[in-house]
Structures are given as structure tokens and as C-alpha cells.
């Protein structure tokens, strides 16, 4: 190894040994686009006479590997013997697949050419000529270049040679080059490394280029464990003479004779020998695939395992059910069962099978085809080769394309993907017809694989369909709340948890009161999981039904506890209970152990943390709760937020308080922009901590507190007493006038305002009855009076005088409602304002 390189430091930089790899590029036409110094040294040519000649010319192969007793002593290196034929057919351009082999070659001595004799055979012209054993590994090249084949070689003898007796005694040797090897392509196959060496990974072959770049040669890696990147046959040796010796034990057999010690031996070893290679292949590609529990890189993983190694071409096919991420019902599939085409991987040019059987086409098969035989029977069916009438009968499955080039003449395997004796799915193997046919061996290898990679498909199916599930109960327990209530904008936000799942116990809530307010509601249940979430479900709706009653906040959270004290010992939870009063400008708010809420001043974007009495969490008991009244004025922002937004683990509370308050205040485009900032924000705040991301489920409210300015609300008190619904008609015609709508809406308020104060003045007893007319974003009407019944929707018939009134409203009105007040009831509804 004579590359200015010391070489005791260059065989120390790995466990076992490196030496120097021949390289040449061979383009379409058969002849040689690039010889490196390697192969200069190797087989005795120079660069300036290799390049532009038939490769033929400068490697022959006739006679590769006579039966010399001299090979006999090459026993790391047999599992390469027999393979000569297939560097010729390679050199001819015929290999479709990565190859491996051994080759005896007779070169020119160092100072010495080969030129080409009569007859094609090739001779020294000076110097003499010598043996060469070489190994020897083949790649097709794919691409819009004229490079078609890279071929690496490596001489045998130099390997017992000059590498350490650690490595002499090894069996997989794997080759590896520079990154700034100069022949077209190298950068690419650089960067391919892993895929080139199926049992190689990406942190593997960073770690061998990183070394070898301080080289700037291609070398040749010795280890322990890694595979050889590519033998054909499994790497058994002389594949002809194996056949061979096992017929004559065979025909031993039939003939009743004896089957002589040495064949039963060897034909022992080698069955051992290839049974050893199927169950490290099936080890290997288990710890390639299931690496997530993500559906989709799951399915790429499991294509990619089998292709170059075992498969030149893998189409993965699974239920529709299973891509969806959904259950199925048990049962056979049938002639009617979708397969959607979920991937494709094979060795072919790029594209030339894309545009006839893309990913993500949806087919059924029929009966008569071996992929229906092998997802009813859930055994794999073994094609030795697709004739051509099978291949018609595979192609007009296939609408308007012909898919018989692609198959016809190929050798097919169809293994079931399988889980919990369920078909999942399939797997279409195919193999160039250059390649050797799959066997019975094959076809128990790719039954176990596959058995293997259906339970992994499983586990990522179930984990992505428990996952929906979970998304869908948590969206269902949050509510749809509009961007636009009375006198105020909101905006929200939830984040589902990386902890144990994505469904928790956060909620927040905003629900619609009598006199044009509006109750703002956070809240979070101890712990994470469905049993969170569920709780959390019954609470708030047990603070929905209590907000419209109209309970003061402490009293609100007062019978919560009362209540998640009653459901079980389990129920703990935080809550902030707020309602905002636009016409008086103000909130009334109450705290039950939740962190408190942030009030963004509009006049100087001051950020205050508001000083609320914390109380203790929902369910603790015997804690009173105490409430707080805060003046606020149009344009002012509130911030209501859960703890796994500003606490993280190991930091102080106080710094995530810190950047929601600083945050809070920025100025942002739109409310949602404005939710998008803060969480940015305490996201940075936390990584520039290290403290990691986010574990816990985030919920976030904020409302910007407009108002209703004092000339939108008209009011009138009224004597419990008929003839007040003559007057209350003609204030409400009034004062629509005086707000510009009685065009639109002027006979619809009227008629409804009277059908409310006659049953306001019905029912009440003696005090007076109060009528309210608020302009928002709609118009709302509301009458109070002090009689505690409800009314509700009746049937009336022909005959009846009552029960007609709040049919009419309900008809006429964008909506209705009625609510229970300290002192008696409001029935209310609201009419749409006409667009300006």
C-alpha cells in the first residue's frame, strides 16, 4: 500500500485492516470511463491505455479460477469462488443488480500493457505476465450519465498479506471509498454508501467516509459483523459444483447405496451454511424495520429491507382499512377488497415503473390471480418464472397499461403480510430474470419476513388508529367557540401532550350569559389519559350547565368542588373562572389553584399578572373561594392560559410567567397571531434552557375586551300590567329609528319584543318587569321579570290561546334562549344585523 500513507496508521484507524480497491467505470458502450491508480497497479495497465477500451480487453476472465491446489488455502475468502462467469456477464452489460465474485485474472507485470490478440484474448507486451486472484464487486449505475457499471476489486493475496490477524480470519469484507474519488458519480455514491451496503447504516458509513477521506484512495473494510454487501446465492460456495455434488448424493440415495462421507458432509455444511445466511438476513432486517411506530415510514422501511439484498423489486399492497389507520371487520378479503399500492422499491432506472404502477393507486384482484390466492390463503405462492400468459393475466388487471415488460420472465414471490391471524396486506417480489429463481428456502425466508413485518405494519396501524381515536375524543370535548361573543373578540388554542399520549385533561370554555356577558373558562385535570379526559368532559359541562344559571364565580366554583368531591377522590383539578361585563367594563373573577390570568393594558400595553385569591384545586374540599372584581376598559386583552404552557420541569414557574407576560404584549395582526406568539415564545424561552420540548397538553384563551359603548344599550322598566306592551313596542320601534335598522328590522322586533313582555307581564307577580335592547354584533333583546319558571316550546292547537308566542320567536329569531337569575328569569333572543 505504497500512497505516501503510513501503513501501519492507516490499518489502525479501523478494528480490523484496509487496503486498497481497485476502481473502474465502465459507460453503456462497454468500455472503460475510468481507471483509477488502483487498478493501474492491480492489473499492470495505465490510465492512458485503459481509458476508451473494451473492459473485456483489460480484465480477462476466460479460465477464472481452475481447480489449483493453491486455492485450497483461500478459505476466507470461498464463499467467493465459482463466480467467474458472472464478472463476464457483468462486464457486458448485462447485470441489472448488485453482484459479487472471485476471479483468477492473468495481467500484465507492473511497466508491462495488455494489449488485445487475435481472436480477442489479451497478452503483455513487455515485462511478462502474472496470476492475479482477485475478489471483485459489481454496481449498476443508474442515471442520466453514460457510467453503467462500477466495478471494485481487491487483490486476495494482498489481503493475507497486509492485514492484521484479526482480519485474516473473517469472512465479510465490505468496500468503501473516498468521497473525492475522481470518477463520475462518486459524490452520489458517496452519499448512497448505506444503500450500496444493505447492512451498513447511516451512522456507520458517516464513520467510514469521515475516515476515509484522509486517505484519498478507495479502500477495502474488514469487520467482524458486517455482511458482505453483496454474494450472490447467499454467499454458498460454487454454486455449480454444490448442484452437482448433491445430485450424486441424491442419486446415492435412490440407488440404495451409501452416500459417501465427505458429500453428506459437505452437503451438511452447506445446507448449515445457507439456513445460517437466511436467519442473519431475517436478523438483519428486524432491527431495520419497526424502528417507529409512524405507519408511514413503518411501510417504507419494510419495502427497502428486501431491496437490493433479497428482491430486485418489492411492491407493498395493504387493506384500505389499514392505510386509513382504521379497524376492520375479521373475516377473508374477497374479490371486492381494496389494496392500495402503498410502496415501491426496486434496482430498475428511475421512473420506469412509476408511470404504470404508482404509489397510492387503489385495486382489487381477482380470483384467478396468485396475489387472491395469497391473501385468502395467507401463504405465499412461489412463481419460478412469470410466463406469458400469466403476465397477460397479471396485465389486465391494469387499465390502459402494459405491465408485461416490466414482469414476464421474472421470478415472483407473494408473501401475506400478517398479524394476529389477520391479512394486512402482501408483499410482490420479483427478481430479474438474470438472477436466480426463488427456491423453497426463499419462500420460507419471505414468509417469516414478512410474518415479521406485518406485526410491525400492526403495531403502527393500531398505534396511528388509538392515536385518531384519541384526537377525535379530544376534539369533541373542546368546544367550537366563535371568534366574535358580545362586546369581545376571542382566540384559542390547544396543544395536545407528548406524554403518555395525546389526549389530557386541559379544557377551556366561553359560555353566553344574561346581559350581554360573557363567562371565560380554563381549566386542567390532574394527569394525562383517557381517564383525564373524561373527567375533564364531566366537569365542564358541570360549569356550562352552572354558568347558565347565572352563579356568581365564587359560588360557581363553590358546588364544583361540592360536585368532583361526590364523582370520586380522584378528581382534582385547577380552575379560573372569569365573566366579562362589556356595558359596565368590567370582570368578575374566581380562582381555584390555577395559575393566574394575564390583563394586556391597551392604553400602554402594561402587562399585569393579576393578584387573585388562589384558593385550592377542584375537589380538595372545605376551601372557600373568594372572588375579585377588575375594571377594564375597551381593548384590553386577556390571557388565560394551562401550566404546560409557562412550567417545565426543573426550571422556575416564575420564568415561564415572565415571558407570558413580556410576550403577551407584543403587538400582533390578528388575535390568532397573537396566540401563535406567545406560544413561540415560551417554546424558545424553554429550548435556549435545554430544557427540551414540551410534554404536557397546553390550553390558551385569550379575549380581547371590547366593549359596548353606552350609547348601543337602551333599557326600560316596565309595570307588571298588559298595557305596557303597547309602550315597550313603540320604545323599541324608537329607538331602532335612532340606531338607523328599523328598515330591516323594525316589525320582526316589534312583534317579538310584544309576544316577550306578554308572557314577561303574564307570569311576573309584583315586581317590575325590565326590557334591554343591546347593539353588538347582533341585536339583542332581553326581558327580565321575577317569576323562576322557564318557559318551554309547546305544541298548540287550533284552539289553544297559548303556547303560540315562543313558537314565534323561535321561528322568526337567529336565536333564542332563557335563563335563571337571582331574582327570577331572562328570556332573550337575537336578530341579525343588516350588513351596512
Not at 282 to 297: F, H, Q
Not at 340 to 346: I, K, S
Not at 566 to 572: E, I, S
Not at 715 to 725: C, K, N, S
Request: hydrophobic share 40%; net charge negative.
Amino acid at each position: 500500500m505504497d500512497h505516501g500513507t503510513d501503513r501501519d496508521a492507516v490499518s489502525g484507524q479501523l478494528a480490523a485492516g484496509r487496503v486498497p480497491l481497485a476502481v473502474v467505470v465502465v459507460d453503456r458502450d462497454g468500455l472503460v470511463s475510468h481507471w483509477s491508480s488502483g487498478a493501474r497497479r492491480l492489473f499492470g495497465a495505465t490510465k492512458e491505455t485503459a481509458i476508451g477500451r473494451p473492459v473485456g480487453d483489460l480484465l480477462p476472465v476466460s479460465g477464472a479460477l481452475p481447480d489449483d491446489e493453491d486455492l485450497a488455502a483461500d478459505g476466507p475468502f470461498t464463499a467467493y469462488d465459482g463466480l467467474g462467469p458472472d464478472l463476464e456477464s457483468s462486464l457486458g452489460g448485462r447485470l441489472s443488480y448488485p453482484a459479487a465474485g472471485r476471479a483468477r485474472l492473468t495481467v500484465p507485470e507492473p511497466g508491462g500493457q495488455t494489449v488485445p490478440e487475435q481472436g480477442g484474448n489479451t497478452a503483455p507486451m513487455t515485462g511478462g505476465s502474472r496470476r492475479v486472484d482477485v475478489l471483485w464487486w459489481a454496481y449498476p449505475l443508474v442515471g442520466p450519465g453514460r457510467e453503467r457499471l462500477l466495478v471494485l476489486a481487491a487483490d486476495a493475496a494482498g489481503l493475507r498479506r497486509d492485514t492484521p490477524a484479526a482480519a485474516r480470519d473473517v469472512e465479510r469484507i465490505a468496500p468503501v471509498f473516498a468521497l473525492h474519488t475522481d470518477f463520475p458519480g462518486a459524490d452520489r455514491l458517496a452519499r448512497g454508501l448505506p444503500e450500496i451496503l444493505p447492512s451498513m447504516s447511516v451512522g456507520e458509513g458517516a464513520r467510514i467516509v469521515s475516515q476515509v477521506l484522509e486517505l484519498g484512495y478507495p479502500v477495502l473494510e474488514f469487520s467482524q459483523n458486517d455482511r458482505v454487501p453483496v454474494t450472490p446465492d447467499w454467499g454458498v460456495p460454487r454454486r455449480a459444483e454444490r448442484r452437482a455434488r448433491r445430485e450424486q448424493a441424491d442419486r446415492a440415495r435412490a440407488e440404495g447405496l451409501p452416500v459417501p462421507s465427505g458429500l453428506a458432509d459437505e452437503q451438511e455444511d452447506l445446507e448449515y451454511a445457507a439456513v445460517r445466511e437466511h436467519l442473519e438476513f431475517l436478523n438483519e432486517v428486524s432491527g431495520r424495520i419497526g424502528t417507529s411506530l409512524d405507519l408511514a415510514r413503518t411501510i417504507v422501511e419494510v419495502s427497502r429491507a428486501v431491496v437490493p439484498r433479497f428482491t430486485d423489486v418489492a411492491g407493498t399492497y395493504l387493506r384500505e382499512q389499514v392505510v386509513a389507520g382504521e379497524g376492520f371487520a375479521d373475516g377473508v378479503p374477497d374479490t371486492t377488497t381494496m389494496w392500495h399500492r402503498v410502496a415501491l422499491e426496486h434496482t430498475d432506472e428511475p421512473g420506469r415503473w412509476d408511470d404504470v404502477v404508482p404509489v397510492g393507486e387503489a385495486m382489487p384482484f381477482p380470483a384467478h390471480t396468485p396475489f387472491f390466492q395469497c391473501m385468502t390463503t395467507g401463504e405465499p405462492v412461489l412463481v419460478p418464472r412469470i410466463s406469458e400468459q400469466m403476465g397477460h393475466a397479471i396485465a389486465s388487471q391494469f387499465e390502459k397499461r402494459d405491465i408485461r415488460p416490466l414482469i414476464t420472465g421474472r421470478s415472483m414471490l407473494v408473501v401475506p403480510l400478517k398479524a394476529r391471524h389477520v391479512v394486512l396486506g402482501f408483499m410482490i417480489l420479483l427478481r430479474h430474470p438474470e438472477r436466480a429463481e426463488f427456491n423453497d428456502m426463499d419462500r420460507v425466508t419471505g414468509a417469516e419476513l414478512a410474518a415479521r413485518a406485518g406485526l410491525v405494519l400492526d403495531n403502527a396501524r393500531m398505534y396511528t388508529y388509538q392515536e385518531s381515536v384519541a384526537e377525535t375524543l379530544q376534539d369533541s370535548m373542546l368546544p367550537h367557540i366563535p371568534p366574535r361573543m358580545a362586546g369581545c373578540d376571542i382566540a384559542t388554542r390547544y396543544l395536545p401532550g407528548t406524554l403518555l399520549g395525546r389526549v389530557g385533561g386541559d379544557w377551556f370554555d366561553s359560555v353566553k350569559l344574561p346581559g350581554a356577558r360573557t363567562a371565560f373558562v380554563v381549566g386542567d385535570v390532574m394527569g394525562h389519559g383517557l381517564n383525564s379526559a373524561a373527567m375533564m368532559g364531566q366537569l365542564r359541562t358541570a360549569v356550562q350547565t352552572m354558568a347558565a344559571l347565572d352563579l356568581p364565580p365564587a359560588q360557581l366554583l363553590r358546588n364544583l368542588d361540592d360536585l368532583a368531591q361526590r364523582l370520586g377522590d380522584g378528581y382534582l383539578a385547577t380552575c379560573l373562572y372569569a365573566v366579562y361585563d362589556p356595558i359596565a367594563g368590567e370582570l368578575h373573577l374566581a380562582n381555584a389553584g390555577h395559575i393566574p390570568p394575564v390583563l394586556v393594558r391597551a392604553e400602554d400595553g402594561r402587562t399585569d399578572l393579576l393578584d387573585l385569591p388562589t384558593g385550592a384545586p377542584i375537589g380538595v374540599g372545605g376551601v372557600p373561594f373568594e372572588s375579585v372584581r377588575v375594571r377594564v376598559a375597551p381593548g384590553d386583552r386577556l390571557v388565560m392560559c394551562t401550566d404546560g404552557l409557562v412550567e417545565m420541569r426543573g426550571e422556575d414557574i416564575g420564568v415561564g410567567l415572565a415571558t407570558l407576560c413580556e410576550s403577551a404584549a407584543h403587538p400582533a395582526a390578528s388575535m390568532d397571531a397573537a396566540c401563535d406568539t406567545i406560544i413561540r415564545a415560551l417554546a424558545v424561552t424553554f429550548s435556549e434552557a435545554g430544557r427540551g420540548s414540551r410534554k404536557d397538553d397546553v390550553a390558551l384563551l385569550m379575549a380581547r375586551l371590547n366593549g359596548i359603548a353606552p350609547d348601543h344599550v337602551a333599557e326600560w322598566r316596565l309595570a307588571p300590567d298588559p298595557a305596557e306592551v303597547g309602550r315597550a313596542r313603540a320604545a323599541v320601534r324608537e329607538q331602532l329609528h335612532e340606531w338607523g335598522l328599523a328598515d330591516r328590522l323594525e316589525d320582526i322586533a316589534e312583534l317579538l319584543v310584544g309576544e316577550l313582555v306578554t308572557n314577561a307581564v303574564r307570569h311576573s307577580h309584583r315586581a317590575a318587569v325590565t326590557l334591554r335592547l343591546v347593539r353588538g354584533e347582533t341585536l339583542l333583546c332581553e326581558v327580565d321579570d321575577d317569576d323562576h319558571e322557564l318557559p318551554t316550546l309547546r305544541s298548540a292547537g287550533p284552539a289553544d290561546e297559548q303556547g303560540r308566542g315562543l313558537r314565534v320567536v323561535s321561528t322568526l329569531a337567529r336565536e333564542w334562549g332563557a335563563s335563571r337569575t337571582a331574582a327570577g328569569k331572562t328570556v332573550w333572543f337575537e336578530l341579525t344585523l343588516p350588513r351596512s
